[in-house]
């Protein structure tokens, strides 16, 4: 039985005496750091931080950690999420044709790798239904057309509220939200597949042949209204060779592709990435 | 003492046969393959190979393999290339401030690593001159500005022809050589400080810390008149995270450049690269 | 619909002369060559070759190349295999109680990757029989205990004939296949959780975790009575740091784990290695 | 001009407190954290630290900081190292024949790479004494024998002790350290050319080959009596293949030798390796 805690992801103006003060506010309620990592990006001038803490024999009762803590930040100017080691986000998976990424979602989460209850399933294909029965996961088929798109995200959106959703995973769903859509909800990852900013937008793995590349590459990124352009969370890499065509990156980017997805999911649930203009400091 | 070897490295429209007649004809002369690689890019419809085969016992001489072999070549429509391993390339090494890929090749040739001459180093700045003067290889100054920039590539051209050079290496050269140059000389390889096709151009370091990117990578690739577009002979990357401002990003790339050059370099010296439209077959 | 073709997998005492020999088999019999890859382990004295070539237009019927090439291997005491890309081979993979790599093959079967047909799933266990039961394949549980071992491995052997299969993969089966097993058994590909020869034997995450690497691994190879000793066909590792425990080592290793093996049994089943001695040539 | 900076490296007992105490003492006397880093190894019960602030504006002069802190370490049992940045450590660099480490260490301290003055060579063979000249560095020729290791050694340690070495560099020295000398002077920092723990021990290279690894590797670690088994600082690996002969492997792996030794002492003179038992926390 692991002992629940609390995390901090905090981010403000650099000052002397933040690391003493954000751990003194833990210390003098008695809780007991267990992670502690914090970064200075000098150029923005912001300080960014992660502090984790058990929770038994904390001294504050949970509803009021938030108002504590905001009594401390506010001075800081300080911008900052509290998350709780048992109350498990709530994901909405995204796909379209390809199954890879769902299946390796569902597999780790069955697996208990990943910290978080996967709700439901979206997509703008029929394919995945089966899956999704044989999961026992609901399952919302929306096509998409120029003609419905706008009218489709609002069931979306609509969806995403009914299931009180935390995250969206966008496990190759090859449609582009909308400003609206994401000024609306903003908690999405995506997987890309390509090594960014190399082959942003579409085919990736054709122009990557054309290109005669040697190396391939995934990327998962918090999504924004520029295509491809959102904060990268993780990406790796895998080497081919002349001898490998098109279909054979689509393979190897599959393995990319699935790995890379789930690391920056299960960052993101761990509470480890925090994201600030176009970067993350991921605390790993 | 290792037996002199000698190396066809032959492409042309694929078709049946090509292995049996390539192969048949160093056996018939009395030839010991000791490397044979073979390679069809179906979507170009071409045959690529690379022969290797030891000399002593081969029938022909050294002056009579070309000719002979041009007569099975001809009616296959094909282009090769004939190469000795006892005959050393020469090459000129292109600098402009940063020493560390010169000092690399140099020391790999000293090492015994490099079956090449270094012949000359060839800069558009002062920088490097004491290190070719301790290790006792001319050095020219050629430098460039817009004005004088057709003129100098004159010379440098004289030059290249002065030294008989077969290989130019750009080991951090930080000028754009112009389709005029490349028309006249053709063997070309540049490393480039980025995973390309991400970042070309210039400042990659500084446009990959912006865009937040968790891994960085140098290509080295043959120059062609289209900048950073050349077939990509080898690439490499390493993985960075938020802690690394640019000026870690540049220390980290730099051992990238060095063994992402080294290696392009070795590959072509052993005569492995083959190069074809925009891509290469690389028979490592 | 892609065209079949034969691949012949060669190893002989090196001499003058074979690739030229080899191939002109297979093109004075008509046929396409579509790869052929050849090496020669000095050391060794052997020749290894791979070859493979388009079975429309060959003019032998399938069941006389074996006998006509045998007339050409028998005096170059070459050993050889001869395989036929449309017969897929049968696997049977053996489990404990981790499914994630039976998982992973599974899907890949289902995707299209793995040429083969998954026959049936042996384990010491009953716990996959769940999924098993889901993805309609038999199951075979055969507790192990050391006073059945013998008695259990001789219907085991009784399973593989009668089901006809081709290779076993064991996919974390935590059973140590006996010598005598062996000698009636021999194409069985396991995969180790590390980066072999290191922390060959039982719980190498813990052990690794207790030297304190930086970099974990798995390996995948073919068994042999001597264990984890048999020829290495693929290896692959990740990065581990201070703050990963056991069990993250664990969780890492879980996805090295399912890419090495799927990666060696696709290698495998495309007949791109060749095992000699110990090692293996990888015609990748 | 970087401004001066003062680092501590601190563990003790795990206990409520720590980070708050620690950063409370740089805050409460004016100083500026860059850098904090901590780690609970819950195995050992231990948490560990390290703390770097800016000097300037910091209450405290040099000569007080210590004895100050050691009020705050004592009473939590606390082992601490404290380092300031423009205090240069003394390395003394020990090679044999091969001079690919002594090279890139040398070529590095010349690009401003490492924040250490290179005092000494030490070797058991005259081979790199041209290299010594060259570069103006006092070169020590002590050859072992079985006869004479005891008193060649008590030449070295009056030979660091003269230089006032603070870090000696074994970048290929292939003799062993006695306990005795290693007890008398402990911080050596080794390169072993494997992947430890594979291969420790003698020929790592031919034993790889004959293994038929697919990936070799390089690790970097601390020095104790037991012949490659002290705390590992960094690995990397680079992947071979069956066409590699154990020349090959050793040129691949020279370029894995330089640099990972180069990155651990790169991390150990920037004060963010933290030995502890017979591992290490990298504070990277």
């Not at 210390?27 to 803490?53: K, M």
């Not at 793995?205 to 520029?226: D, L, N, S």
Request: with cysteine; net charge negative; proline share 5%.
């Amino acid at each position: 039985m692991t002992i629940p805690t609390a995390t901090l992801l905090v981010s403000c103006p650099d000052q002397r005496g933040l690391v003493a003060k954000l751990s003194q506010f833990i210390y003098s309620n008695g809780g007991n750091i267990i992670h502690a990592d914090h970064h200075t990006d000098a150029q923005a001038g912001l300080f960014l931080t992660r502090l984790e803490w058990q929770l038994d024999g904390f001294h504050l009762p949970r509803e009021l950690i938030g108002p504590a803590f905001q009594a401390i930040a506010q001075p800081l100017q300080a911008q900052w999420q509290l998350h709780f080691s048992d109350v498990r986000p709530r994901l909405a998976i995204w796909v379209s044709k390809q199954d890879h990424c769902l299946l390796d979602l569902i597999w780790r989460h069955q697996a208990g790798e990943l910290p978080a209850e996967i709700v439901c399933i979206i997509s703008n294909h029929p394919t995945c239904q089966a899956l999704a029965t044989q999961f026992e996961i609901d399952y919302h088929y929306l096509p998409i057309t120029s003609a419905n798109k706008a009218e489709q995200e609002e069931r979306e959106l609509e969806l995403l509220a009914g299931y009180r959703i935390d995250l969206v995973v966008l496990a190759k769903y090859m449609q582009v939200l909308s400003p609206d859509f994401l000024a609306q909800f903003k908690s999405v990852i995506n997987i890309h597949h390509s090594f960014l900013p190399a082959f942003a937008g579409a085919n990736p793995y054709q122009r990557a042949h054309e290109r005669g590349v040697k190396i391939i590459g995934a990327t998962a990124h918090y999504v924004t209204p520029e295509l491809d352009q959102g904060p990268i969370i993780e990406q790796d890499v895998v080497r081919v060779s002349h001898r490998d065509d098109v279909s054979d990156l689509i393979r190897k980017g599959k393995d990319l592709e699935r790995i890379v997805l789930a690391r920056a999911v299960h960052l993101h649930l761990q509470q480890r990435v925090l994201a600030y203009g176009n970067r993350t400091a991921v605390f790993a």
